[in-house]
């Protein structure tokens, strides 16, 4: 490349760019926008954990019933993640998480005024098609941000995801006793009508832009970061890395065009990228399931036991969610950002989560066999640690490994796995339970954890300290 890094060379990339320009007052307002769509989706996540108790007592519903209420979100996101991966692969990211705002927004006001049981899991369904698109804004977001910074300002916005759950238990336990469910939802709708109130002022990814070809618009939004960060943008042509590695090898420029979806799938089933993709759908799959797996437990566990031992309390004890637990390991997501904060950049994103799933598994083991309240709640405190910092890190690294053609749809297909594991883990976590199998619980969450820690290890890709790729066939590129 000439002149690469913005030294005053005849061809600059959009990375090197955002190496010039550094991380400013623009990149701020894109972080916040990102930020505010995460904990609106935290928010309609977490309030899953409050809502199915309650409504099985008001409504009468068996476990299986039950658990199908926050099955269905995750069939909802299973057929969102990877749909609004395609479109805005296609059409752009705006357009793409735009869509994800008015889905999420008007689906999730309305569930609030749900007349009966059918209704709400057609509604909250909804919400998880919406919801489904959470991939798109952090595929956007990580376009903004240069290279250097990337590890530390995706944990920053992850941050934002234990800012709404923490958000939503201290909601949930302030309405819920005495306004009741309906009002939690809509309340939890509020944060998706932001998005769509400051949507004309978000930009669209300048490196989407120049790998299709429209280099104006790509340069003139890295103008306006410029003067909004009071630096300036490298002397010289904007490329996108396609025609760098056409120079580099005396080739013309590849003809940009828009890729179809069976296009897109075929690309990540390539050669290059068959391997980690189909391993970071299994890691995917096992940190949904176990994540969202332990939300539930913390509220189902305790009383599920209680329950199979013949312990005689009452009906509004029973079934009412126990409000302080559930806020006690919430909070347990704030040392688990801090630990990807120390150690996603040195340590490296394989390494780490590999080793925080099986801390993971030791932890939780102990519950295998009956504990005291006090020790389970310290457990699935530790667990939710554990299972946070890996959530945390793999949104930064499965984004990083896919270059910009397929980057989306391949996070939104990954992404889909993980909904099914979400979909899968209220039978095991709710129903299991409830119906006293607790160890066989405890143990299905034992072995999707190690399979996970161990498929993470074997993907062949590092992206710590990595540039971000165009075309499927460029490596990762050191800083």
């Known amino acids: 490349m000439g002149g690469g890094g913005g030294g005053g060379g005849d061809t600059f990339t959009v990375d090197d760019a955002l190496l010039t320009l550094g991380f400013g007052k623009y990149q701020y307002f894109v972080l916040a926008y990102a930020a505010l769509a995460w904990v609106s989706e935290a928010m309609e996540m977490m309030l899953l954990s409050f809502i199915g108790p309650v ?98 300002w995706m944990v920053v916005f992850q941050a934002f995801w234990t800012v709404g759950a923490v958000f939503e238990a201290s909601i949930a336990w302030a309405v819920m006793p005495t306004l009741g469910w309906r009002w939690l939802l809509a309340f939890s709708s509020i944060p998706s009508f932001g998005l769509l109130i400051f949507y004309l002022c978000t930009p669209e990814s300048p490196r989407y832009l120049c790998l299709n070809g429209k280099i104006k618009e790509a340069k003139t939004i890295l103008d306006r970061i410029a003067k909004v960060n009071g630096t300036e943008v490298p002397s010289g042509t904007l490329v996108s890395d396609d025609d760098v590695v056409a120079s580099d090898q005396d080739s013309t420029p590849t003809k940009r065009h828009k890729q179809g979806a069976l296009t897109t799938i075929l690309k990540l089933l390539s050669r290059e990228l068959i391997r980690p993709t189909l391993l970071l759908w299994v890691v995917f799959f096992g940190n ?41 390991t919430t909070f347990a997501e704030f040392p688990g950002l801090i630990i990807v904060a120390l150690t996603v950049d040195r340590v490296g994103r394989r390494l780490s989560m590999a080793v925080l799933f099986f801390i993971c598994c030791v932890l939780i083991f102990p519950l295998v066999f009956q504990q005291s309240e006090m020790v389970t709640t310290g457990l699935l405190f530790g667990s939710r640690i554990c299972i946070t910092a890996t959530f ?70 590092e992206t710590k300290g990595r540039k971000l790729s165009d075309d499927v066939k460029q490596k990762c590129q050191p800083v």
């Not at 068996?62 to 658990?67: G, M, R, T």
């Not at 609004?84 to 705002?101: E, H, N, P, S």
């Not at 009966?116 to 798109?136: D, F, H, K, Q």
């Not at 437990?297 to 126990?322: F, P, Q, Y």
């Open 288 to 328: 949904s399931f176990s994540y969202y797996g332990l939300v539930l437990l913390t509220t189902e566990l305790n009383a599920g036991r209680s329950a199979c031992a013949g312990h005689k309390v009452k009906a509004e004890e029973t079934e009412d969610v126990n409000y302080k637990d559930v806020f006690i």
């Open 55 to 152: 409504l099985k007592r008001i409504w009468r519903l068996s476990a299986k019933e039950q658990s199908l209420i926050t099955s269905v979100v995750f069939i909802g996101m299973l057929v969102g993640a990877y749909s609004w991966g395609v479109i805005a692969d296609k059409y752009g990211r705006r357009k793409g998480f735009l869509m994800t705002a008015l889905v999420t927004t008007s689906a999730g006001f309305m569930s609030s005024f749900s007349p009966n049981y059918a209704t709400l899991l057609v509604l909250r369904c909804v919400v998880g098609i919406g919801l489904g698109g959470g991939p798109v804004l952090c595929s956007w977001l990580l376009e903004f941000i240069p290279p250097p910074n990337r590890g530390t």
């Open 392 to 461: 945390t890190t793999l949104f930064i690294y499965a984004p990083e490994i896919y270059p910009t053609a397929v980057r989306s749809t391949g996070f939104g297909a990954a992404s889909s796995m993980g909904r099914i594991g979400g979909m899968v883990c209220p039978y095991v976590a709710v129903a299991l339970v409830q119906g006293c199998h607790e160890t066989a619980a405890i143990g299905m969450f034992e072995v999707i954890i190690i399979l996970s820690g161990v498929c993470i290890l074997l993907i062949p890709i």
